[in-house]
């Protein structure tokens, strides 16, 4: 029978500290998104009237409706995009010994070492000439690129670690490359999949600057550039700003919550792959 000892209590103690920390801001981002504009306390004491006209002012006068539709219609179709590209991609890349094999998955990875700001300008003069300049479908089509690299680099990883004998006997009993890809090996990369697809999905959603660019001048935004919004030259109102903030939270707390467990043995299968 295990002994409560020192090192458990310390152990505890860490990670309550640890919790302190993270629980921190989280705390004064509700705390201040729940005040009255007329409150003038400090962030850190308590709001003794909660009030939830912050929200509606905030979905009102931020047009946040259209933005959070924009953020999940961008973010959908990225990382369908992406990971349908990616697997399909890496399991020849992984599978082939070639050189063309190789040389490919090391083109792949050039798009980890290079910086998009290189391609900003040319890929911003691309989406003006095929018109979709204001439009969610230039920012689609730029994050489909974007995270193709990275989202590869996870799949061919998880594929090198995977044993080649179910996709042996599925060929041998008469299954095509892609068949045996689809019924046999998609079903074992689910892992790697919800992995990719979690680290793709919030950067997607968090990112600021391509919205910024791609969109302005447009009424189209997503919820980073409609929360930026709210910061005037002059004025700002951080009661409405902590407000967007939590109603931007809500939907990726909301996915996290309904796929808990399927989130944590993707990163557990990911990790142990």
Known sequence: MNRYRR???ALELAMIAAALVVGFPVYVLVNLAVRPTSDTSSPISPTTSPTLDNFSQAWQQGSLGGALGNSVLVMACSVVIVLAVSSLAAYPLAR???RWSRGTYLTFLLGLVLPFQLAALPLYQTMRDMGLLGT??????????LQVPFTVFLYVGFLRALPRDFEDAALIDGCTP?????YVVLPMLKPVTVTAL???AVAVWNDFVTPLLY????VQQTMPVAIAGFVGQYVTDWNLIFAALVISILPVLLVYFLLQRSIINGFAGGLRG
């Open 7 to 9: 090192r458990t209590l």
């Open 96 to 98: 082939v010994t070639a």
């Open 136 to 145: 969610p479908w230039a920012l689609v089509l730029f994050y489909s690129g």
């Open 178 to 182: 892609l068949q045996g890809f689809r």
């Open 198 to 200: 979690v680290l793709n």
């Open 215 to 218: 969109l302005s001048g447009s």
